[in-house]
């Protein structure tokens, strides 16, 4: 990692989750229910989402308020949700994330799937009641119920599940993640740029740099699966293979598809280069470049 | 049920229901997703939360608009989506709901966890995109959340779970419900009263309603658990006896749950009285009046 992103994370990381941790225990009352959300709340991750939403605002010059971090909060919690849902035995059965048990394994199936309710719920919750004008709160609840919901994250969820029995094709591989992890990360930039108050020039060119940082992300996540480090990754490996599940590798083999990861990676750099001259801030763009050139160290 | 109830039903659910349909099929790309969600929304159910809701904006002389039908619409689809979880075999595991296989009978576990998902996604959705004023929706969405959340619906669920393997006291049993199927019956009255403009003394008046509502249909369902016809409520009878759960009828009796009842119900109509004189509108409060006395027909 970056020293600029290094920094960057030790500035606002610890601040995210104390966000998350102030909505969670603001108002659940039961404490096996707390314990359950708390725990794959705090199971780690890297806050990649946060993170773009709080990097593309500080882009635009607008500083960050404790609203920020509650829209920021809201979405790691729809992201945690959606891992704890789907590692159920009903869905991807897994054991283990990030090194650790899963929610289920702890908390049994039936806390498991309240908890993702909860956490879901809680997180419209916090934007309700954050320190945000009513239009800033409108657009967030609207556009965060659109990016995770059944035209969001939960279609490409079940895309994927649907397609682990069929081959696809590129594009069709790309449909399916533009929607299971894409809509999640295209929010990020979005509400980071919606709260700096971002011409719609600059929305747009940033909503193609939060694409490209997508299919970038899924390339990644796809070559760990064939060539990274199971200790590293704290999870097993070769998944994808034994599934006989449509991938980047797949269908371009590791050199194409690093090289595919690479012309997403150059053409995000140009993009924030970009906004960088149109907005007459030079450099400014650096946490963005930094937080997608992780993806092909 | 009363002629004015039967009326106001004919009138209204089949609004409701139409404005679930464009809410659940505008944004869900994914056949077997839709196929899903609209089982479980087609699969009937007599629409109280949604009624009560349209009929508390009435009684207090505003009209209908077409947002009003939209936040029923999202009521019910997030008290659908609570029974989709909570038939599931890490939950109550039931087979049949309303005489009909439950969702995961019909479409696996898999896809009736994220059925359930995208409902209360949807849910935020539909309000978020309403036709609205921006306080309009925000209160809404921040009331809905906090009643179906780990403050409300959520906690009540995990709460009643952890109370079958313990006696309750009559106070403990109130707090569960109170939080189970009270928040949201809460939050249709609510609703309804804050579409209208309504003052916060009538705001109030209405609350104490509807706490007396959602107690008297919680004795009315441990009532039916013990005396009703399992052909008339289509499904099975003596499960909390069989469960050994704390129930109105364990705690009170048959009779004493029934006088109980009645109690409820005649503060609940002594209260749409004082509305109706404190509004001057004589008369007005018939269909919320037909509704508590369903419960006790």
Redesign the interface.
């Known amino acids: 990692m970056t020293d600029v992103l290094k920094q960057f994370a030790q500035e606002h990381v610890e601040k995210i989750n104390q966000e998350m941790a102030t909505a969670?225990q603001a108002?659940?009352?039961?404490k096996?229910?707390?314990e359950s959300?708390s725990y794959s709340v705090e199971a780690g991750g890297k806050r990649l989402r946060p993170l773009l939403l709080l990097a593309t605002q500080e882009f635009l010059g607008k500083p960050l308020t404790k609203g920020s971090y509650q829209v920021a909060a809201a979405l790691e919690m729809i992201h945690t949700y959606s891992l704890i849902?789907d590692d159920?035995?009903?869905?991807d059965n897994d054991e283990l994330r990030r090194g650790k048990p899963t929610n289920h394994m702890v908390y049994?199936?039936?806390?498991?799937?309240?908890a993702?309710?909860?956490l879901?719920?809680?997180a419209?919750?916090v934007?309700?009641?954050g320190e945000l004008s009513?239009?800033q709160?409108?657009w967030t609840?609207?556009n965060?119920?659109?990016a995770?919901?059944?035209?969001g994250m939960?279609?490409g969820?079940?895309?994927d599940?649907?397609g682990e029995t069929k081959s696809l094709t590129l594009s069709e591989l790309q449909r399916v993640h533009a929607r299971k992890t894409g809509a999640l990360i295209e929010f990020a930039v979005a509400a980071g740029a919606m709260l700096a108050d971002a011409t719609s020039e600059v929305m747009a060119a940033l909503a193609e740099y939060s694409h490209h940082f997508g299919i970038a992300f899924q390339i990644k996540d796809d070559l760990l699966d064939v060539i990274g480090d199971e200790a590293v990754i704290g999870k097993k490996t070769g998944m994808d293979a034994e599934l006989n599940k449509t991938t980047y590798t797949s269908l371009l083999g590791v050199a194409g598809a690093q090289q595919s990861l690479k012309e997403h990676y150059e053409e995000a750099i140009a993009i924030i280069e970009r906004v960088e001259k149109l907005t007459n801030r030079e450099n400014a763009g650096a946490v963005l470049k930094a937080m997608i050139q992780t993806l092909i160290d």
């Open positions: 969670i108002h659940t009352t039961e096996s229910l707390l959300m849902h159920l035995p009903a869905m049994g199936e039936g806390l498991a799937i309240l993702g309710d909860a879901l719920t809680e419209f919750h934007v309700g009641e009513d239009e709160k409108v609840l609207t965060l119920a659109k995770s919901g059944s035209y939960i279609a969820q079940v895309a599940i649907e």
